[in-house]
């Protein structure tokens, strides 16, 4: 059975950092790009970052580009979001998804239960 | 990077087909065939429904399918039923090297 947990989200004031964890098991989680996914509560969907099988490529978004930094241990079948210089518009539920192989198909088969970020003072 | 254009809300009565349309540009829906569609019930994570314009993943009913015609692409719910009623989200591969996704469209089964 595949299973991504997330771990690490809580309460933040602006312009502090917090780091986010996600455990895969079951799936090859050293063979896919792995993703990370937003949404506010009650907002839709904003795709935040990947990062390739072996760390040689990542992408962001604008939004948070400079400020977060994706990262992956494969021998922890682990994945990471490092947040720094957070904002309110930050405030969210994050999901870690994985997207297989492909480095273009939104196949994002499989999905965390979240982990919710709030910024606030 | 601005968000693909959805329907806010669509409606069907059980039985019914419905379609929602993800509107985007060339630079997004229109430059490639990686269009993914999502369904999410309120609490819980999106799960994947449809992949490559019209993938349906192993474990998907035959009753949603996917379609593109240039720079808007779209989901069809056949035979619906009162369990599709959730939020549903296209997503797009980008010429950026990102992604993203639609404004969702809630379903509502009368």
């Known amino acids: 059975e595949v299973q991504l947990v997330e771990s690490g989200g809580g309460l933040v004031q602006p312009g502090g950092s917090l780091r986010l964890s996600c455990s895969g098991s079951g799936f090859s989680f050293r063979s896919d790009w792995m993703q990370w996914v937003r949404q506010v509560p009650g907002k839709g969907l904003l795709w935040v970052s990947r990062i390739n099988s072996e760390s040689t490529s990542t992408n962001y978004a604008d939004s948070v580009k400079g400020r977060f930094t994706i990262s992956r241990d494969n021998a922890k079948n682990s994945l990471y979001l490092q947040m720094t210089g957070l904002r309110a518009e930050d405030t969210a539920v994050y999901f870690c998804?994985?997207?297989?192989?492909?480095?273009?198909?939104?196949?994002?088969?499989?999905w965390g239960q979240g982990t919710l970020v709030s910024v606030s003072s | 990077q601005s968000a693909l254009t959805q329907p806010a809300s669509v409606s069907g009565s059980p039985g019914q087909s419905i379609t929602i349309s993800c509107t985007g540009t060339r630079w997004d829906v229109g430059g490639y065939d990686y269009v993914s569609w999502f369904q999410q019930h309120p609490g819980k994570a999106p799960k994947l429904i449809i992949s490559?314009?019209?993938d349906r993943p192993s474990g998907i009913s035959t009753r949603f399918s996917g379609s593109k015609s240039g720079d808007t692409a779209s989901l069809t719910i056949s035979g619906l039923q009162p369990e599709d009623e959730a939020d549903y989200y296209c997503c797009s591969y980008t010429g950026s090297s990102q992604y993203v996704f639609g404004t969702g469209t809630t379903l509502t089964v009368l």
């Open positions: 998804t994985t997207s297989g192989g492909d480095y273009r198909s939104p196949r994002f088969a499989f």
């Open positions: 490559d314009v019209n």
